[in-house]
């Protein structure tokens, strides 16, 4: 064994980037994260205290927000995972560095001019949506030829790609929005964002390599993953998506009370019992978090039709996007680092500082909504986001430029 290899410490490089897809774009989406909610937690802060002044952008910010978190920021997580992992599970090669730095570039530089944007730059809005698109385009153009080449079908990367399309669909609704058109056309990219996009990949995902991964250090842990809960999954999620884009909120536990069933089934079965390790637990931990979400919209519609009232407001999306959108963020991330840069499936302290700070943050977040000042709970839970992330961020951000340490490519 080479130990001078292993034991120094190499330099750090930009070119590194460019040996993997999931190098570059989780390097992007790390920046992006801290970048996004640095504007945000700065907006809140100064719309609450009045400290300072910051500029208002002419989207309305919580809007905004929303939209950079959902389409800018995320994908960026995404694409790189799927660039990695779509050649994997069909059998193909994998892609070159052509094929997936334009989509990188493009989400990059997407929430870069959007947040410049938000601060001022007057076009930076119009040229974030151009930057995004294009990134958007270059990620299924290179996606879609693997699913027409396979033999067979890969249910989990056509998932996978529906929801992207649909998340496609979500950034053009916001930009009819920005040219002009009607306000619905960004609250229905917000809701396609959710449960069009985000939760079904997540969904997806999970269905793939949770089960998978327990497998690999759980003692008879069966792989209980049928293509069903997939296909129960979909017509709900999108069924939730109708019903808020035509405001039922009333008759949303028709679709919820199901959803919570099929996700608290899922987390039952996947559940490990016994000894495991710590990168393995945070997965499901951070996976409880779907069914207490649903469990709130449940209970907010019941609310919501009795009284007249939407007493949680956005209490429960946020206990789906830091509880377990985060959560899983900070768990799937992390073991994909750390595997394919040759280290040990172990949490770092960075990890564990990240993972256990963002639960404080979720459920600050989630009662914000029924706190007094909420306004400033809300600025609090944004610079706790901060916090929690930055030197998670910054760890795995090195890792990203630098070599493998086991010397092998990738």
């Known amino acids: 064994m080479d130990t001078t290899r292993r034991n120094s410490t190499p330099g750090l490089s930009p070119a590194a980037l460019g040996r993997a897809p999931h190098r570059l774009m989780f390097f992007i989406g790390a920046t992006n994260l801290l970048l996004a909610m640095a504007w945000w937690a700065a907006w809140l802060a100064s719309t609450r205290w009045a400290i300072f002044a910051m500029p208002q952008p002419t989207q309305f910010a919580g ?20 660039l990695t992992t779509f050649p994997k599970w069909m059998g193909q090669p994998e892609f070159e560095r052509w094929r997936y730095v334009p989509v990188g570039l493009g989400l990059f530089g997407g929430q870069l001019a959007t947040l410049l944007g938000a601060m001022g730059w007057d076009a930076g809005i119009t040229v974030g949506l151009l930057m995004t698109i294009g990134g958007w385009l270059a990620g299924l153009l290179t996606l879609a030829p693997l699913l027409w080449r396979e033999e067979g079908a890969t249910w989990h990367a056509r998932s996978c790609f529906l929801a ?21 056309w960004a609250f229905a990219s917000i809701k396609i964002g959710t449960f069009g996009l985000l939760l079904p990949v997540y969904v997806t995902v999970a269905h793939r390599m949770f089960p998978f991964f327990a497998s690999r ?16 999954f979909w017509p709900l999620s999108l069924a939730h998506l109708v019903l808020e884009l ?15 069933a099929l996700t ?6 996947w559940w490990p019992r016994g000894p495991k390790p710590g990168i393995l637990a945070v997965l499901f931990i951070g996976m409880a978090w779907l069914p207490i979400a649903l469990a709130l919209y449940v209970g907010q519609s019941f609310a919501y039709e009795l009284t007249g009232v939407y007493w949680l407001g956005r209490g429960p999306a946020h206990a789906l996007f830091i509880g377990f959108f985060g959560s899983v963020l900070v768990a799937m991330v992390t073991r994909v680092t750390q595997g394919h840069s040759g280290r040990a499936l172990v949490m770092s302290p960075a990890a564990w500082f990240a993972f256990v700070a963002i639960q404080l943050v979720a459920v600050t977040r989630v009662a914000v909504e029924i706190a007094p000042d909420g306004a400033a709970w809300q600025a609090v839970a944004a610079i706790g986001w901060l916090l929690a992330f930055a030197p998670w961020v910054a760890r795995i951000g090195r890792i990203y430029l630098t070599p493998r340490i086991d010397g092998r490519p990738g």
């Open 63 to 82: 809007w905004l927000h929303a939209f950079v978190m959902q389409y800018q920021m995320l994908p960026s997580f995404f694409f790189g995972f799927l």
């Open 164 to 184: 992207l399309s649909l998340g496609l669909l979500g950034v053009l609704a916001w930009s009819a929005f920005v040219l002009g058109a009607n306000p619905l």
């Open 217 to 232: 250090v759980v003692t008879h842990y069966p792989q209980w993953r049928p293509l069903w809960l997939l296909a129960a």
């Open 246 to 260: 035509f405001h039922a909120y009333g008759w949303l536990w028709l679709v919820d009370v199901p959803l919570l």
């Open 264 to 269: 608290t089934l899922m987390l039952w079965r």
